[in-house]
């Protein structure tokens, strides 16, 4: 700046242009809007006197004067200080803070909730939940037994069904056919499988007519 421009210079503008360089303006209006719409809530009356401190710079227009400095900060107090501020008529901002604090300290302190001891179950609730637990394990069982596959289920690698809380014995695998079947296997043999006489095959066995007869009759 040439010398003329440095002695025309004025505190204000020496300001305004310091803010527009480390300042933004946009951060300058969103703390601007902080201060409107700045209460005292849950905060202390010294947080609250602190936190309009720091956000009144940004609105000085609003604050220039003490009269004004206390009447934002007597609207921003809760319900029940500003009625005790308000019975006392004009006061400056320094007596507006002493009184907010004179009246928090006489008020009652907020209770905090005590966490309530939770009841213990019932004998009835105890035996509902029993039994559902027994339900859902019940299912559980027989969903896993629904998803065997046929040739595991064949070769006996899998655990037979749970019915009335005992498991049933599977028929075991023969190692020379690779079937399941109790006694003496009868592969590579010409007697019949089904009742083990000679000359004929299980299909063509005589007890086949025999039960189809006691079934008739």
Not at 11 to 21: A, G, N
Not at 144 to 170: D, H, L, V
Request: glycine fraction near 6%; charged fraction near 30%; charge should be positive.
């Amino acid at each position: 700046m040439s010398r003329e421009q440095l002695d025309a210079l004025t505190w204000e503008d020496f300001k305004e242009q310091l803010y527009d360089k480390y300042i933004l303006r946009s951060y300058r209006k969103a703390k601007e809007a902080e201060f409107y719409n700045l209460k005292q809530g849950r905060m202390t009356v010294t947080e609250y006197d602190r936190a309009l401190c720091d956000v009144s710079r940004y609105a000085p227009e609003q604050v220039n004067t003490d009269e004004k400095m206390a009447e934002k900060f007597c609207a921003g107090l809760r319900h029940e200080k500003r009625i005790a501020l308000a019975c006392r008529g004009r006061l400056s901002y320094a007596e507006s803070l002493s009184r907010a604090l004179d009246v928090e300290e006489a008020m009652p302190r907020e209770r905090t909730t005590t966490p309530t001891t939770p009841t213990p179950p019932t004998p009835q609730q105890n035996f509902r939940e029993k039994r559902k637990w027994d339900g859902n394990r019940e299912s559980l069982d027989n969903k896993r037994f629904q998803g065997t596959p046929n040739s595991a289920r064949g070769k006996g690698k899998q655990a037979t069904p749970y019915q009335g809380g005992e498991y049933r014995q599977r028929t075991p695998p023969c190692a020379k056919c690779q079937k399941n079947h109790w006694g003496e296997c009868r592969i590579e043999t010409n007697v019949c499988y089904k009742c083990g006489g000679d000359g004929h095959f299980a299909k063509e066995c005589p007890s086949n007519n025999h039960a189809g007869y006691e079934e008739a009759t």
